[in-house]
């Protein structure tokens, strides 16, 4: 199975990449890493006209400390993120969870900017950084702007992004004294398997994959947890507020016993971490 | 010392590992140079009429060379569909009413069913162009399941007026259960499952002055020619198959299908040499799939643990046209009663079209069936009694003085040490220090519960009991060459046939060159299915090798002026001499130089009498996680005897598949269809083949029980694994979670499925509470 | 579009469509026809090679996205004819049976090792989570990873 014909276009910088997509405006799509665009254009999923490929924009690709921020270039790969010493220190969950995207063979090329532009809510990475409040920075032609990660899905592969913006960085405030404790417990079938349910927690804040259109946090959890909720009480309302879809792996009633079973697990494991 | 029994490593990987196997795509032989590829338009829709087929747009798509539908197969006889007769037990295809056409006619029963093929210039033209081909689909109810096909509300093939199409009844007497203290009663399901091997189907065609050349991913080239001469009449001397490296089997590529035929049929059609090689996508709609049976079983005995009757009943789903149809359930009734001496064994079935994908062969065709069928039996009695599993099993095995044992069914055991091959793994596993682990977390009440299940069994192999053919010649290089019937496509056969040849002969197995596949160069044989092949096809080398060497003998003696009976050869060596005189020795080279034509020459055919038997027994160890219903297996540990082993590497490989293909129906793997026959596991990444992290390490006990059918005293290997393992997971899994009041999981287990299995006992228990 | 690939140590430009596939490139352009397609989804890594030293999936990589870069496909594996540790593994192992996932398994275990020269057989399994192959019950697979890895110690 191939993709349909395209025109296939390489960036060389951001500026270029963004004139292209004015230039071709909704007949055009990025391409990052490609895993998760490819396969839907060889099911015929989708039929780009032009592809504007970000491979070689290596700026983009950089995982800087900010001070009380951390910055992840939108290119930088899972396997960057995973074997990142400055995110394993300061945002253990995020690289942990980097490491546990696809395969290895995914992770050298996935990118974390991909995966949230994409907007899959069985993906991972866009369920960390909501437990992690990142913020997500699109540049247009007009200039940059940072968008609150819990603002920027707007449903199934449907983002706030304009069709003239690029998604270049994710910033990620550093869990504060109190907040370290994380946990991310992935449930599949297989380990290649996208999660039929899973759950991101740090500190108090608990996201949930494959649960709703989009990824969500388990608000109805979180503030048993604050009001002092221990974990197996607050689990009890993880799938409060969720709109899980049933398919071939799970139906919508076992999705939410996982959900109370997964974010029970993981806010004992986070408590156990701070 | 001889090299038989020793660990050999493979001839055939260098060139798999550095330059990779040469597979139907990978052809670049000349021929297909220009060849064209070929493109299936499939139905989508499980049940239609076809209304009209309109390939207008298509014809004017860039690259395309032609398009072609049922109306273009005018220069075809009406179908005598793909297969052979098979034998009266077993009839298949069924034919008439039931045949299967090539393209479809005016009816689709499938996804996935061909109804036109593209043939275009570039590899790249052939989707686009297969999409502008308009179908015009009048849409037919779906018969989907078998309790729908039951129904005959909806009729796949009207003038046969029923979707049964074979019936075996099932004997309903039932006397001898009237006798028991105790019987369990219930329907198993026996999952369709997907053969998925890595490389689909693929062939390439070519006809030139009157000569069709296929060359075809299969098991068999020899059937495959004759199939195809049959399809497209003509001669069976005029067709060549060639069969390259080919990408796994597993029963699947027995022969050639109705995909294959139809490239070979275009390819004379447009003149043009074709290629097609299948995506995965259409391989998980197109070939054959396995297993698919729903059972009814019914075992009794006595509180004292022996099983006094066994019944068996299987509907068999066939798919949308009954290929192999009463083949696999007539294996399933013939190894219905397993292990067991049970003094009552009943079994029948029925085979049932439904608007699928057509069954065939899958890595045990219709013997996993069977062993899964009577391994949950005892399970359940030994539940129902209160007795240990393996202690049930000991109380009922066919004792080792009973062989050779006719069966119930009608089966002729050869040999066996049934209990001696339980008790080996069970020793093996630690079995007593397992259950006492078990009662250990069963007190703990912790989440993690340890389930330990256990299953033996016998299968037959060389089921048609049937011949090979071999053809050995020594050059006066003193090289050797064996032609072989036998159609490798993984196990390793030129390793194999090579240490027959050193064993016999002396000739390193560096001299030895295998050849296989190419009817050209072996026009009579059978080929690979049914673990036949080591007991047939390398007897008929052994056969050959000795042949050889009673000609060598001969023309030794003749050079040495010796007499025959002091002729001798040195296999450790390949020296022939007069005994006790180093003086005299003659090379192989220098013997078979002196033959008429230079070389010496053994063409035979070797016939086994009747089918063998292997046996074993396997221990699974799995842990369940109760809250969420992931099963995790911890250790398999297995016996397998396949009587005496050649090479134990090749050996361990086949059982380490096997034990594989078995865990994957145990707990992952299953064909889905929606309501309306529409597939729901098309690519791999919905169908869930088992990898790596879903595997323990296996732990293989060695056993070896020759047989005395064959002078190798071997018996099939290849699907004994598969065999073994399932019924063996599935029995930890359930027994992981039995103090819950579980008696049954169908398979897979996934955690889904064992979840609810958990709740609903949960809930039972809770409202038995309530109740008191 | 033109494309200028570095495979197995060779420079390739060849004038291809942009939609072409690095697995088609490798098999029909360079005529490398070791790596294998087992399906259309990312799923089973047959066509696995490496990319600037790396894994990959050839069938998700665009030869375009290639173009400039290096690519190493397992008939570039062995070096003045003696096979890889890995290829030497395999083979010793019985780590093959068909060989059709062969070529895949190989790079996979290839890229595995130089990020993890000493893995344990759950971290060789979880390696090869994204490599199918339905011959070996990948039992002799991971013998033959551990094994290279041994080796190469």
């Known amino acids: 199975m191939i993709p349909a014909s395209f025109t296939y276009k390489r960036a060389a910088s951001v500026d270029e990449a963004l004139d292209l997509a004015a230039e071709y405006g909704e007949d055009a799509k990025y391409l990052a890493g490609g895993h998760s665009l490819l396969p839907l254009m060889k099911l015929r999923l989708a039929a780009p006209e032009v592809i504007i490929d970000l491979g070689e924009l290596h700026d983009l690709s950089f995982v800087a400390d900010l001070g009380s921020r951390l910055a992840i270039g939108a290119l930088t790969r899972h396997h960057d993120v995973e074997h990142s010493e400055l995110l394993t220190r300061e945002l253990p969950l995020l690289a942990h969870a980097a490491g546990q995207v696809g395969d290895p063979q995914v992770r050298h090329r996935g990118t974390i900017g991909g995966s949230v ?30 968008i609150p990660i819990g603002e920027f899905f707007q449903g199934l592969f ?75 009480g607050a689990a009890a309302h993880a799938a409060e507020g969720t709109s899980a879809a049933s398919d071939i792996r799970a139906s919508r009633e076992y999705r939410e016993h996982l959900a109370r079973v997964l974010v029970s697990r993981a806010l004992t494991e986070a408590a156990s971490r701070t | 010392m001889s090299i038989m029994g020793t660990r050999v490593i493979r001839t055939e990987d260098p060139r798999l590992l550095t330059k990779g196997g040469v597979y139907v795509d990978d052809l670049r032989t000349p021929e297909l140079d220009q060849a064209a590829r070929l493109t299936f338009v499939r139905s989508p829709f499980a049940h239609a009429r076809i209304k009209g087929i309109d390939a207008s747009e298509a014809l004017s798509a860039p690259g395309v060379v032609a398009v072609l539908t049922v109306r273009d197969m005018d220069d075809l006889g009406p179908p005598p569909p793909p297969g052979d007769e098979g034998s009266e037990a077993a009839p298949m295809p069924l034919g008439g009413a039931w045949a299967e056409p090539l393209l479809a006619v005016d009816t689709v029963r499938f996804v996935g069913e061909p109804v036109a093929v593209v043939i275009t210039d570039g590899h790249y033209q052939g989707e686009e162009a297969a999409d502008l081909v308009n179908v015009d689909y009048d849409p037919l109810p779906a018969v989907v399941g078998l309790g729908s096909a039951l129904t ?16 075996n009844p099932v004997p309903t007497d039932d006397t001898a259960f009237d006798a028991c203290e105790v019987i369990v009663e219930r329907d198993i399901v026996n999952q369709r499952v997907a053969c998925v091997p890595m490389e689909g189907r693929a062939t390439a065609a070519v006809y030139s002055d009157g000569k069709l050349t296929v060359w075809l991913s299969s098991q068999n080239a020899q059937i495959s020619r004759f199939i195809l001469a049959g399809a497209l009449g003509m001669p069976p001397d005029q067709i060549r198959v060639i069969v390259p490296d080919v990408g796994g089997g ?41 297993r698919a049976q729903l059972q009814h079983i019914k075992i009794g005995g006595n509180r004292d643990g022996r099983i006094l009757a066994y019944r068996l009943e299987a509907i068999q789903d066939t798919g949308a046209y009954p290929r192999m149809s009463g083949f696999l359930p007539f294996m399933t009734f013939l190894m219905a009663p397993g292990v067991y001496d049970i003094p009552e064994v009943q079994a029948g079935y029925r085979v049932v079209v439904t608007n699928a994908t057509p069954i065939s062969a899958y890595r045990g ?26 202690e049930v099993r000991r109380r009922n095995f066919v004792a080792p003085d009973r062989f050779p044992f006719q069966t119930k069914t009608g089966a002729m055991y050869d040999t066996g040490r049934y209990e001696e091959a339980l008790d080996k793994a069970l020793a093996a596993a630690g079995y007593d220090e397992l259950r006492q682990e078990q009662e250990r977390r069963r007190a703990a009440g912790g989440v993690t519960q340890l389930g330990i299940g256990v299953s033996a069994y016998v299968e037959i192999t060389a089921g048609d009991g049937g011949d090979e053919t071999a053809k050995l010649i020594v050059n006066d290089d003193g090289s050797a060459t064996v032609y072989t019937g036998s159609s490798p496509h993984g196990q390793g056969h030129a390793t194999a046939w090579a240490m027959l040849v050193q064993d016999e002969l002396g000739i390193p197995m560096d001299q030895v060159t295998v050849l296989h596949g190419d009817t050209d160069l072996i026009p009579i044989a059978v080929g690979t299915f049914a673990s036949r092949s080591l007991q047939l096809g390398g007897s008929a080398v052994h056969k050959a090798a000795i042949e050889v060497k009673d000609e060598a003998r001969h023309g030794a003696a003749e050079m040495l002026e010796a007499a025959e009976a002091d002729v001798v050869l040195d296999t450790s060596t390949g020296v022939w001499q007069v005994r006790g005189d180093p003086d005299t020795a003659l090379s192989w080279g220098q013997v078979a130089g002196h033959a008429s034509g230079g070389s010496l020459v053994a063409d035979v055919s070797f016939r086994q009498d009747r089918p063998t038997f292997p046996f074993g027994a396997h221990v699974s160890v799995v842990e369940v996680d109760t809250e969420t219903g992931q099963v995790r297996m911890l250790r398999h540990v297995t016996v ?9 590497v090749l050996t361990e490989g086949q059982r380490h598949g096997g034990i594989a293909q078995g865990a994957a129906q145990a707990l992952l793997e299953e064909v889905l269809y929606d309501v309306d026959g529409n597939p729901q596991t098309s690519t791999l990444a919905d169908y869930a083949a088992i990898s790596a992290p879903d595997l323990p390490s296996f732990e293989l006990v060695d056993s070896q029980t020759p ?28 027994d992981a979670v039995s103090h819950l009041g579980i008696r049954h999981i169908d398979m897979p287990a996934t955690p889904q499925r064992v979840w609810m299995a958990i709740n609903a006992a949960q809930k039972a228990r809770a409202e038995k509470g309530s109740d008191q | 579009m033109k494309v200028d690939l570095t495979v197995n140590g060779k420079e390739i430009t060849a004038d291809v469509e942009d939609r072409m596939l690095l697995v088609h490139f490798l098999r029909d352009v ?38 400039g870069h290096e690519i190493t496909t397992v008939e570039g594996l062995a070096s003045n004819g003696v096979m890889h540790p890995v290829q030497r593994a395999f083979h010793e192992q019985h780590g093959l049976q068909c060989g059709f996932c062969t070529p895949g398994m190989v790079m996979a275990i290839v890229s595995l090792l130089r990020e993890n020269p000493h893995p344990t057989e759950e971290q060789v399994r979880a390696g090869l989570e994204g490599n199918l192959c339905r011959c070996t019950g990948y039992h002799n697979i991971v013998r033959a990873a551990l094994a290279a890895a041994e080796v190469s110690s």
């Open chain 1, 117 to 146: 532009a994409h907007a899959d809510p069985a993906s991972d990475l866009p369920a960390v950084l909501l437990a992690l409040d990142a913020t997500v920075v699109a540049r247009g032609t007009d200039g940059s702007r940072e």
């Open chain 1, 158 to 232: 449907e983002t706030v992004l304009e069709p003239d913006e690029l998604l270049t960085e994710i910033r990620v405030p550093k869990p504060a004294a109190g907040s370290r404790g994380w946990s991310f417990q992935k449930f599949t079938q297989r380990a290649i398997d996208w999660a039929i349910v899973g759950v991101a927690v740090q500190g108090g804040a608990v996201a949930l994959i494959n649960m709703a259109g989009t990824p969500l946090r388990a608000a109805a959890a979180e503030a048993a947890l604050a009001g002092g909720a221990p974990p197996d």
């Open chain 2, 152 to 167: 005959d509300e909806t009729l796949l093939f009207p003038d046969a007026a029923t979707n049964v199409a074979l019936t």
């Open chain 2, 250 to 290: 597993f029963g699947a590529k027995v022969g050639i299908d109705r995909d294959g035929l139809i490239v070979a049929w275009a390819a004379r059609k447009t003149g043009r040499a074709l290629r097609w090689t299948e995506t995965r996508s259409e391989n998980l709609v197109g070939m054959t799939q396995g």
């Open chain 2, 365 to 390: 065709a219709g013997r996993p069936e069977a062993t899964a069928a009577i391994e949950r039996a005892v399970d359940l009695f030994a539940a129902e009694i209160g007795m240990d599993p393996a």
């Open chain 2, 640 to 648: 397998d005897d396949a009587g005496r082993v050649l090479n134990p």
């Open chain 2, 707 to 734: 047989t005395t059918l064959n002078p190798l005293g071997a018996k099939g290997i290849g699907e004994a694994g598969t065999i073994g393992s399932t019924p063996a997971i599935q029995n930890a899994v359930i």
């Open chain 3, 30 to 67: 360079a005529d490398l026809t070791a790596t294998n397609i087992g399906c259309d989804t990312t799923s089973c890594g047959a066509c696995t090679v490496l990319f600037d030293g790396e894994s990959v999936k050839s069938c998700t990589v665009l030869a375009a996205q290639a173009s």
